[in-house]
């Protein structure tokens, strides 16, 4: 596609449930990236995919956190038992290889009540 | 870990006056700083990077200095325009592009007309 692709856009969810994010990269770009980013604060990491495989999740805060990115393109960030401090906007970004600059989707707007 | 530092919060300017926004990181092993747009309710927009082996860049309007001694970096926009209204970010990586970016936490750029 022609950009980085979040869905949904909004979400909204009770506390303890289950929720998955959606990415789709740009076509063709290796890389893969979700950072979270709270009011008022820069973006912080949370994991890098380089095709299919996870090369750094250093940055997901706990276990109840989780990605995927079985085929080396679509990416879902999983959080289980979800928590009123979760909420956040969580931003995808790729890049074509992971040398250059990356591109990030506006985000999905995540809010635990 | 990395720290980045980012002044000021906030900067109006008159349109047509420059805008300078400055970040200072503590790891000096950092080699990439990208700075980004953020427009409300998009994802952050790349608008200018520099690596370690260089001291100053130019893209049209924008400029990006880097004083590694120092560690510290600017943004420089010149003739602002009201659409150059926006928070913008500094980042730092220590893995060049490839790597998690930390983030400052923002200025809030109003160019008033």
């Known amino acids: 596609g022609a950009g980085v692709s979040q869905t949904p856009s909004n979400k909204v969810t009770e506390k303890g449930k289950y929720v998955e994010l959606r990415c789709d990269p740009i076509s063709g770009h290796t890389a893969l990236y979700w950072y979270r980013q709270s009011l008022g604060q820069g973006p912080e990491f949370l994991i890098y995919f380089q095709g299919t495989g996870a090369a750094d999740d250093s940055g997901l805060p706990n276990d109840r956190f989780f990605a995927v990115r079985p085929e080396g393109s679509v990416s879902t960030l999983k959080i289980q038992r979800t928590e009123r401090g979760d909420s956040a906007v969580y931003l995808c970004a790729s890049s074509l290889s992971g040398l250059d600059g990356y591109t990030f989707g506006s985000g999905t707007r995540l809010t635990v009540v | 870990g990395e720290n980045v530092e980012q002044h000021p919060s906030t900067l109006s300017v008159q349109e047509g006056d420059s805008a300078v926004i400055k970040c200072t990181y503590s790891d000096s092993a950092s080699n990439y700083f990208p700075w980004y747009k953020q427009e409300l309710g998009k994802g952050p927009q790349l608008i200018i990077d520099?690596?370690?082996?260089?001291g100053e860049k130019k893209d049209q309007r924008i400029a990006v200095t880097l004083n590694k001694t120092a560690k510290h970096f600017s943004l420089h926009i010149t003739e602002t325009q009201p659409e150059d209204s926006a928070v913008y970010f500094c980042a730092a990586s220590i893995r060049g592009s490839q790597g998690n970016l930390i983030f400052g936490k923002g200025t809030k750029l109003s160019v008033k007309p």
């Open positions: 520099i690596r370690s082996n260089v």
